[in-house]
């Protein structure tokens, strides 16, 4: 566990998601979902329609799972994994799965609305960055426009590489951010 007070001097910890964590995360990603673009275009949003028995399929196999809790309430979340748990039937997988080296994947980053610009997402990233001693790549909806996230990935280092249409229909950006070597 990490902790860190933010600029409201909020007690923030992150840690490894739990069983226990799972109701809270499926409210966090519902929350988020798509439903209206104008209005989310800014802040983000989710395309992804994971449930709450994926979440927990996710904790239990022990893959990279965090979440934020500020003042003890779970406000935010990431997971992702590496090539083996990829779905070679989707086509960005397919384009992870070409790639030599070994990388890891980051899937999902979500912070409940009331709580965005309270500094969880970076913390989120920050942690994953001291993790993580490869690259790490992640795909962004560009259909439509997920403008948030677009600017929020550039800020912390991450780099366009190309683009993919999915099997869903919707254009999908994929972003790399090298392993940056200390020492």
Known sequence: MNPLFNEKGDFMIVRNATLDDVSKVTSISEENKLTDYENQKKSGFLVSNFDKKYYYHLVQEDFYFKV????????????????????????????????????????????????????????????????????????????????GSEKFHSKLGFEKVTEIEEVDGLGRTIYRRRVVNEG
């Not at 790639?99 to 009331?114: A, G, N, P, R, S």
């Open 68 to 147: 934020v809790e500020v003042n003890e309430d779970i406000k935010g979340f990431m997971f992702g994994y590496l090539k083996n748990h990829l779905d070679e039937n989707k086509r960005v997988d397919q384009y992870f799965l070409g790639l030599e080296e070994d990388v890891f994947i980051l899937k999902q980053v979500c912070v409940t609305k009331h709580a965005q610009g309270m500094g969880i997402g970076r913390k989120l990233y920050t942690e994953l960055f001291h993790d993580m001693h490869k690259d790490i790549y992640l795909a962004v909806v560009s259909e439509p426009r997920n403008i």
